[in-house]
Structures are given as structure tokens and as C-alpha cells.
């Protein structure tokens, strides 16, 4: 069955939309996939989010959705673009996603918070996706775990609205509910 282009804007969709388009969403099994390490891809993912290949913006966003389904971490940290036959080195600047909306849905501990990333995909904050807040010298950065060791920094708008949200919603600390798992402000130590 061939896969629908991702939804542009959350508002028009229910929660429940929302969720039901997460778990749709099929990856292929890079984990399970060790092929042979084959040099660098010449690919660098840019802190806002933008993909370049040998320096030059890559502009057609299916073929970013394309190379993001087979991006993997590994477990030094780094970052690669792996197939059954190939493994290729990645650059990325910060997190490998951006997550530009978020959709809100109840109050309090029965918030749910669904996320749409700069690539399309869907993610639901929960204990299976926590939202985290890393100290840095230029103040918080707050990430949204994807998965396998993938990030989404959240674009500056969304961590305006989950901050108002985290200060408004009457927990102490400060923080942010969503799928039963609470997420303080506080950077972890």
C-alpha cells in the first residue's frame, strides 16, 4: 500500500487522528540491518532542521522523509544513513528533527501532547516519548525523543506554547503532562 504524504497542519485533526497517524506510521528495521560501513555520506542535517548534501539544501521534502526513515544512532553517539547493503556517516548539527506544531489536547494530568516534525512524521509525548530540557549556555533546550536515540529539538514556537502551558497548568514544578507521563521544566542534571 503505498504511503500518504503527511499531514501539513495539525489543527484540522482530532487527537485521536493524530495518534492513529503514529502508529501507521511504518519504518523500515534499521536497527536489525549491519551492513558493512562504507565512508561518509557527504549529508549534514543543519540545526534548524534543513538537509544538505555536499552543501546544498536537499529541497524536495519527499526525499528528506526517504533518507530520515533510515536514519539510525549508533551507540557512539554518531549518526548514520544505513540500508541492508550500506552504511554512511551523517552530520547532525544539534537533533536530527525539528518539531514545528504541537497539538494539545485535555488539561492538566490528562493532557496529551502530539507532535508533527519538520519531516512529516507523527510523535505522541508519553514514557515511550519523553520531552526532555538540556541545559545549554544560551538557556533550555527542550527535545522530544523519537526514536532509537533520535531527537526533535522544538522549534522556538512550540517551547513558547508548552512553556505557557507548563506555567499555567498548575504543577509543581513546573511542567508538562501528556499520555499519563509528566515532564518537569528543570534541565535533568
Not at 499531514?7 to 540491518?33: H, I, M, N, Q
Not at 525523543?145 to 506554547?161: D, I, M, T
Amino acid at each position: 500500500m503505498p504511503m500518504l504524504p503527511p499531514p501539513d497542519d495539525l489543527t484540522r485533526l482530532s487527537l485521536a487522528e493524530v495518534a492513529k497517524l503514529a502508529d501507521e506510521r511504518r519504518l523500515p528495521p534499521v536497527a536489525s540491518w549491519n551492513p558493512t560501513h562504507c565512508g561518509d555520506s557527504e549529508m549534514r542535517i543543519a540545526r534548524d532542521g534543513t538537509w544538505f548534501h555536499q552543501g546544498s539544501p536537499i529541497g524536495r521534502p519527499a526525499m528528506v522523509r526517504l533518507f530520515s526513515s533510515i536514519l539510525r544512532r549508533e551507540p557512539d553517539g554518531g549518526y548514520v544513513l544505513v540500508t541492508p547493503v550500506e552504511k554512511l556517516d551523517i552530520e547532525v548539527e544539534d537533533a536530527p528533527f525539528v518539531a514545528v506544531e504541537v497539538k494539545i489536547d485535555g488539561a492538566g494530568r490528562d493532557a496529551m501532547l502530539g507532535f508533527r516534525l519538520n519531516t512529516g512524521d507523527i510523535v505522541l509525548a508519553g514514557r515511550d516519548h519523553p520531552v526532555r530540557f538540556a541545559a545549554t549556555a544560551d538557556g533550555p533546550h527542550p527535545y522530544l525523543s523519537v526514536r532509537g536515540g533520535l531527537e526533535a529539538l522544538l522549534a522556538r514556537s512550540v517551547w513558547y506554547e508548552l512553556a505557557n502551558l507548563a506555567l499555567t497548568n498548575g504543577s509543581e514544578p513546573p511542567g508538562l503532562w501528556s499520555n499519563g507521563a509528566f515532564f518537569p521544566l528543570e534541565p535533568a542534571p
